[in-house]
């Protein structure tokens, strides 16, 4: 017994690690996403004048962007890690369906 328990610990550590990976990669995509979005934004802002505009400026907002997003993804977002995760989940779980079930074969000739 004490051979499946360890078994089963294993087997449960590594879904729960299979799990975290996958939300850290929906976080991920949706933190592109987002930089994408707000990178988007930022370029309609005009920063002529005496104090803005520039490379440095250019520079500097993309890197602003960047971490706007990533923390926006990190704290909720606007839901698509969600879809993401319930998408994969589904997917995951339609596989296991599958190889369980007893395959069926093809219909008699």
């Known amino acids: ?22 939300r850290q990669q929906a976080e991920e995509l949706e933190g592109v996403f987002l930089n994408t ?22 520079t500097w907002r993309g890197m602003q962007s960047e971490q706007y997003a990533a923390a926006m993804a990190q704290t ?16 995951q779980e339609a596989n296991n369906a599958a190889s369980r079930s007893p395959q069926t074969q093809g219909p008699a000739s």
């Open 1 to 22: 017994m004490d051979i499946l328990a360890t078994s089963f610990s294993a087997n449960n550590a590594q879904a729960t690690n299979s799990i975290e990976y996958m």
């Open 37 to 58: 979005l707000i990178s988007e934004m930022f370029s309609s802002i005009k920063t002529d004048g005496d104090f803005g505009g520039g490379y440095a400026e250019e």
């Open 76 to 91: 909720g977002g606007v839901g698509i890690a969600d879809q993401i995760m319930r998408s994969l989940l589904e997917v």
